[in-house]
């Protein structure tokens, strides 16, 4: 998009030039938009670059706008901003559309991935599905409510069933109570962990597995239940 720009073609830059990962990165720091100082007999600092001032690119980059922003200014948005942002680009927005419905409006357009919870990782790689007929897959999740507020397990769970109204079949590896009670069909594992554990010690609908004297998980499943059947 910003190598389309008149001002991009005037200065003879490409879509590499718009990469921080590429030949856009800050001469000084490489890109990453901070530099490390080795301090002897001490950690090292960490501080905001002095030449990019944190923004990655260089300078010159900068100088190219698409509506007012630079190409640092796009990234610092956050999906909610952005929608606004490209309400006329179609295809971008939907991508954005799709972040939106899988609970992740929150993140910025230029997050860093090591940044991401295994959750938030697990939920980005279906920004391509979410939209598609699911008739024919499987989607298996490994505990993708680790690091989410419970507000954002909701919207986890929203996920799943928007997966599921297009005909996806879903496993999902977890210890999250909520997850656990709104699942169709429960495998408990057990009885102990690692190697005390890998044995099926109850399998069932919640409620069946709430009732179930082997399970440890449907003591606590029961307690759950229970408590929202009292609200």
Partial sequence: MYAALPAAKE????ASDFSYNAAGACPTCGGVGQITMDVQYLPDVTEVCPTCLGTRYRSDVLDVKWHDY???????L?????LTVF???PKILKTLTALSELG??????GESTPELSGGEAQRLKLVTQI?????????????PSVGLHPLDIENLLHVFDLLLKRGATIITIEHDLEVIANSDWI???GPGG??????????GTPTDLAVSPESVTGHYLQAYLAKYQQA
């Fill in 70 to 76: 630079t190409i640092a200014d796009l990234l610092a």
């Fill in 194 to 203: 690692g190697t005390h554990g890998g044995q099926i010690v109850g399998s």
């Fill in 131 to 143: 939209h598609q007929k699911q008739e024919t897959s499987l989607f298996i999740f490994d505990e």
């Fill in 78 to 82: 956050s999906v909610t901003e952005a």
């Fill in 187 to 189: 495998v408990d594992l």
């Fill in 87 to 89: 309400q006329d680009e």
């Fill in 11 to 14: 200065r003879q830059f490409t």
């Fill in 104 to 109: 992740l409006d929150y993140l910025t357009l």
